[in-house]
């Protein structure tokens, strides 16, 4: 560009970060104003982007944190970065340094790294506290007296005191604890005198923590972490970008709070890293220690109360503080949330509470969408009594006092394996938040339903203990279970019969139009079809190999494989410790024998780790100069340690021959993309114009291809599947005859578009005789066929009903009679007789002769009863002791059923179907009945 005249747009876009990029992308999509996206680097991303360095490093200008809550983002990051290569992940490795120690973060669950004195010390402030919370009746005035509660004052003088004090430059005493379990999403605003004035505004998650007032960005930004909407004011005035003052907006935005995203969480390349582990996550205010039975249970009511839906205040009996705090309660509470959940089980997974919400739908006559298309139920009476009374038990439970501690909810989700990382085995709270989301739950209904869970288990165990179903139970089950049958039979097979005569035509005329509703025609289309492939066009293009030499050397670092090291390092506390490890491994010694002995931590070991995976770099560089076996001391940034190499593989530097298959096939297939997003749109512009699609598509110079006639599922008339896309067919049956679809695209991001026009459109309609003579045909055959062999069997049964010995009607019907003995615990294991013969067969008494379907094929079987064959008493004997167990257990449900029923005749809980449709779809009417 040679002056500022030369270009004339509508739109500047500055900056080519994943802002400037979604929005040029718009822009493009919208064809609308002229644009330009301008950059002061070669390459797009911003700041964003990760360097890399001529010497191998990965550089990045912070962490990428991407705080997204707008889908269309979120599809153009994954457009642009559809692979997981596209993507570096860091993971966090945190440290303290505290008396000459590296302890690893959280401070608070490695306190066993202190030398042993802080450790007394820590401890028995942290049993102090514990005490003393039993019996504090208040909430602490200052963020230093909820520390000195929750941890005690040993780890408050030690550590949380002095860092704090780092990070806000403020002491504990002068600040204040409403912070750490408030309902938080105060939002910081631009001053009124910005009004008026054109804005680039950009949101972005930070903390909110306990000083606020008038602070520039960088200042907000560093002190706060993530928690607050921030609206950042930047005015153009010259050449200058200058960002506006930011003032604190009064009122909240009911986002989570500092303590429940993690204060000092660092995140990772793609905007999540592993917080505390559940116990810290509770006992920092991931759901507020004190407060935990408000967030998801308010204070309970003595008198009736009603499930509160979306939108409407709950009773003033049922709000309680804790409920207004924390927000959300099962019966009554804060007003505007919904207070109606599916309860998950105590060691249940995630995934099994998101499927029992998900399944309360059915409860509540709910309509589900499957693939686009709403699944009525019927209106379920059975279920919402059955929510009412699991409320109505959790309610009285809360009354009468029991309260699971906190611990029990932590231990619940340490049995929870997916929710650590795998690599530090650190509690990962962006894993934990999203399978929550995944199965449509929150932390506080999780939490709070875990909670009522545990304590029902309790209470019902105390319930039940000692009882024991009655021995006289299970001996009868077992008698039951074991009880036979001894019975003569034989099989009639479709071959006893004469095969029927072909049906006649007014036979058929006939059953087509008693069964037309049945046998209709589907809707068909026959379409053009217009594509602007990329896989069609890449073997028709040439390749420049000035643009495969020049990706080559962009990717010639991930191309080529990094040489690789294994080791096995331990930390060494003292000279003379490491001096006793470099003895033990250099002699040979099992590794985790010699830091064993040595009384220095586990060793940590590295599987073939290239030297940019190791965290430390003074280790990497003495790991990459060692000889295999070689034992060495390092004095790492994390402290010193001593070394062992174990193996190396040797790296491979990919050379352009061999890499110039793949890298043709790369710039090969990005011309072939951009060739198709071409053709498009210069059939879309023709279209514009007024061509018609034939004309259009020769004017882009590809051709209009017939398609054969599909239904709406994407079969032709043979029932074979036509090899389109579902959308397309979607579209198709969405325009009238002669209408003409919109450019497509089939997969986005892969230069895949197609247009068509319906050039034929068949509504469903009956078939005609000639149309399905052949089936219809073969239908009323067999229809004959059964009654002919139902005629046929009813009359030899009755003859073994007169006398006639079973033996010679079978063989009267060319069969062969037989005689067999079935338990019924074992009757599931005989499919020569299928589940119908046998249960008429156990259902008569001796003498009874039955009819029923073969299940091996199309005829029918004939029974006689012979005898009642009785369970033997020894073996019945062993059973009963083994049944007993089980009809205890069926005794415990009754109790549980019970209880739920008493529960709710102490606590009268209503139930409004309407409000609870709204909960769960936000819908008040019912769903439309499922077609039959």
């Known amino acids: 560009m040679q002056g500022k005249a030369d270009v004339n747009v509508d739109v500047l876009v500055i900056g080519a970060g994943p802002t400037g990029l979604g929005a040029a992308k718009r822009l493009y999509q919208l064809d609308g104003p002229s644009w330009m996206i301008i950059d002061s680097n070669e390459t797009p991303g911003g700041l964003a982007s990760t360097d890399i360095t001529p010497e191998g490093f990965l550089y990045d200008v912070g962490g990428h944190v991407i705080f997204s809550h707008y889908k269309y983002f979120d599809d153009c990051i994954d457009e642009a970065l559809p692979k997981e290569d596209d993507w570096y992940t860091h993971q966090r490795i945190s440290y303290v340094r505290c008396k000459d120690l590296w302890v690893p973060y959280p401070f608070q669950n490695n306190i066993s790294m202190l030398p042993k004195q802080e450790q007394v010390t820590c401890m028995d402030g942290m049993i102090d506290a514990a005490m003393e919370a039993r019996v504090a009746n208040t909430k602490p005035k200052s963020f230093d007296e909820w520390i000195v509660r929750m941890m005690g004052v040993g780890i408050a003088d030690i550590f949380m005191r002095p860092y704090n004090f780092k990070v806000w430059a403020v002491p504990t005493t002068k600040m204040q604890s409403q912070w750490l379990d408030a309902p938080g999403g105060d939002v910081v605003a631009l001053g009124g005198r910005h009004a008026g004035e054109a804005l680039v505004m950009a949101e972005v998650e930070v903390g909110l923590g306990p000083v606020v007032g008038h602070e520039h960005l960088p200042v907000l930004v560093g002190a706060h972490r993530a928690g607050i909407d921030v609206e950042v004011g930047v005015e153009l005035a010259q050449a200058d970008l200058e960002a506006a003052r930011l003032q604190e907006r009064a009122e909240g935005g009911g986002r989570e709070t500092l303590a429940e995203r993690g204060d000092h969480a660092a995140e990772d390349g793609r905007g999540r890293g592993p917080a505390a582990d559940p116990a810290e996550h509770l006992a920092q205010g991931g759901v507020g220690l004190d407060d935990l039975s408000g967030i998801g249970r308010a204070s309970r009511p003595d008198g009736p109360t009603r499930l509160v839906g979306q939108g409407e205040a709950a009773p003033a009996a049922a709000r309680g503080s804790d409920a207004a705090a924390g927000g959300g309660a ?82 619940e989700l340490h049995k929870q394996p997916q929710l650590f990382n795998p690599v ?32 029902q288990t309790h209470v019902l165990t105390g319930l039940v203990s000692g009882l024991q179903a009655p021995a006289v139970y299970s001996a009868l089950e077992a008698v039951f279970r074991q009880e036979g049958r001894g019975f003569t039979w034989f099989a009639l097979p479709a071959s006893a019969v004469p095969p029927p005569p072909a049906p006649t035509e007014a036979e058929l005329q ?46 010639k670092d991930a191309l080529s494989t990094p040489e690789k090291r294994s080791f096995v390092q331990v930390a060494a506390a003292s000279p003379a410790q490491a001096a006793r490890l470099l003895k033990g491994l250099a002699a040979g010694e099992a590794p985790a024998a010699v830091a064993a002995a040595a009384k220095a931590p586990a060793p940590a070991l590295h599987a073939d780790q290239p030297r940019t995976a190791v965290p430390d770099a003074a280790v990497a560089a003495a790991v990459f100069a060692m000889r295999p076996g070689e034992v060495r001391p390092v004095q790492g940034s994390l402290g010193p340690a001593v070394v ?123 078939y005609t005789v000639d149309e399905v003579r052949g089936p219809l045909t073969r239908q009323l055959q067999l229809q004959a066929l059964a009654k002919a062999l139902k005629a046929r069997a009813d009359a030899l049964v009755a003859e073994v009903k007169a006398g006639k010995p079973i033996a010679a009607v079978a063989a009267e019907a060319h069969a062969q009679a037989a005689s067999a003995v079935v338990r019924r615990d074992q009757a599931r294991q005989q499919p020569t007789f299928g589940e119908q013969l046998l249960g008429e067969v156990f259902a008569g008494k001796p003498g009874d002769v039955v009819l029923a379907p073969d299940p091996r094929g199309a005829g029918l079987l004939v029974a006689r009863v012979d005898a009642v064959r009785l369970a033997d008493p020894t073996e019945a004997g062993r059973a009963a002791q083994v049944l007993r167990r089980a009809a205890t257990s069926s005794l415990y449900e009754d109790v549980a059923v019970n209880a739920r029923s008493a529960a709710a005749a102490l606590i009268r809980p209503r139930t409004d179907p309407v409000l609870a449709r709204r909960a769960v779809t936000g819908d008040a009417a019912p769903a439309a009945p499922a077609p039959r």
């Open 510 to 555: 006939a059953y087509l139009r008693d069964n037309a509703a049945g046998l209709m025609r589907p809707a068909t289309r026959r379409v053009s079809l217009v594509r602007f492939s990329a896989a069609l066009l890449a073997p028709t293009l040439t390749v420049d190999p000035a643009q495969v030499r020049k990706r080559y050397d962009f990717e």
């Open 644 to 766: 062992k190499l174990q193996g190396v593989t040797p790296g491979h530097d990919a050379s352009f021959e061999e890499a110039r298959p793949k890298l043709e096939a790369e710039v090969r297939r990005a011309q072939a993309v951009a060739k198709a997003t071409e053709l498009s749109q210069t059939y879309d512009d023709a279209r514009n114009g007024g061509a018609d699609l034939a004309e259009a598509a020769r004017r882009a110079g590809v051709p209009v291809t017939p398609l054969p006639e599909f239904d709406v599922q994407g079969r032709d008339g043979r029932g074979q599947p036509v090899p389109v896309p579902p959308k397309l067919v979607q579209t198709a049956f969405g325009l009238p005859q002669g209408g003409t679809s919109e450019v497509l695209e089939a997969v986005p991001g892969q230069g895949e578009f197609y247009a068509i026009r319906v050039d034929g459109a068949k509504p469903s309609a009956p």
């Open 424 to 455: 530090s085995g650190v509690f990962d709270k962006a894993a934990y938040q999203e399978i929550l989301r995944s199965n449509g739950l929150t932390a506080p209904e999780f939490e709070a339903g875990l909670r009522d869970q545990i304590a």
């Open 330 to 411: 099962h019966l009554g509470g804060a007003p505007g949330r919904v207070l109606l959940q599916a309860l998950p089980h105590a060691n249940d997974g995630l995934e099994a509470a998101g499927q029992r919400r998900r399944r309360l739908g059915g409860h509540l006559g709910v309509g589900l969408a499957v693939g686009g298309a709403p699944l009525g139920m019927a209106d379920d009476d059975e279920g919402r009594p059955r929510v009412s009374q699991e409320e109505a038990l959790a309610a009285w439970i809360s009354k009468i006092g029991v309260r699971p501690a906190d611990k029990l909810i932590a231990d």
